[in-house]
């Protein structure tokens, strides 16, 4: 059955969803958050995130090669992904997966030790795995991007919105067209999808969402900025993409800090 869009969008949500449900139900149903409760909890929800990643990968990789085939033709058969490249340590830079979900409740010993109450360094706990859930599933979406758009005939692809709520990020990004060789930095939180479009596409594909975006900023700041992006402010100097030293390339804002490959290897 072909995977349109929107069939897309329904089921890698649905992935989405599940994976998140059962992560943190299995953490708020531990009913004490000891070292051997938290093992009990890594080993229960890191098996179910590789899950989700490669179904998300799977999805993906069939998504964008029935796109790339009614663009330009040829084959619409999905390109073969490992489980290896699309899940687990292969897209954090090698960070293991035990210790990434480890950080949930190390953020919650923190709280308590700095004199939170139980509940709320809990829903501490529960927010970063929401955080961690989110961005796993979207570098499974970004890593299987890269393998099948490269290998195909697309030279350029858009960033599509995804999800009812969209950050400021996400909007900006969503107006422009991009080489397929600059694919697809991430970000935490992340859900944007990307799509193939002919060579033949303007620069800028959303002239009225740009022009929107430019007069929500110009309200909100008293800035005015002109619409080549040469003005009194240039949103080329507030997005950037740096080299995060777990997610790889990823989209941020100028001035933005996080760790960085060498801190990491």
């Known amino acids: 059955m072909p995977i349109g869009p929107a069939t897309y969008k329904i089921i890698t949500d649905q992935v989405r969803l ?18 051997s409760d938290i093992q009990v909890f890594i080993d229960a929800v890191v098996p179910m995130v590789a899950g989700g990643q490669q179904q998300i990968a799977s ?18 058969a999905p390109v073969g992904l490992s489980p290896e490249e699309t899940s687990g340590s292969a897209l954090r830079n090698g960070a293991d997966p035990r210790e990434v979900y480890r950080r949930p409740a ?13 509940d709320a360094a809990v829903d501490l706990g529960a927010n970063r795995i929401a955080q961690l859930v989110s961005t796993d599933m979207q570098l499974a979406k970004t890593h299987a991007a890269q393998q099948t758009l490269r ?20 909007i900006v990004a969503s107006t422009q067209r991009y080489r397929v060789k600059d694919l697809m930095p991430c970000h935490p939180g992340c859900q944007c999808t990307p799509e193939p479009i002919e060579g033949s596409a303007p620069h800028v594909l959303d002239k009225a969402r740009l022009e929107e975006l430019h007069s929500a900023v110009e309200r909100v700041t008293g800035q005015k900025s ?29 001035g933005q800090a996080f760790t960085g490959p060498g801190d990491i290897n």
């Open 59 to 76: 999805l993906t990789n069939a998504f964008l090669a029935e796109q790339v085939a009614g663009l330009f033709g040829g084959s619409a």
């Open 106 to 118: 190390v953020q919650m010993y923190r709280a308590l030790k700095q004199g939170a109450a139980l």
């Open 18 to 35: 599940r994976v998140l449900q059962f992560a943190q139900n299995a953490w708020t149903g531990l009913g004490s958050w000891r070292d």
């Open 226 to 254: 002109d619409r080549g992006a040469r003005g009194e402010l240039d949103y080329r100097k507030i997005l950037v993409v740096r080299n995060h030293g777990e997610y790889g390339p990823t989209l941020t804002y100028k």
């Open 151 to 170: 290998d195909s005939k697309a030279q350029y692809y858009r960033r599509k919105l995804h999800g009812s709520k969209n950050c400021a990020l996400c």
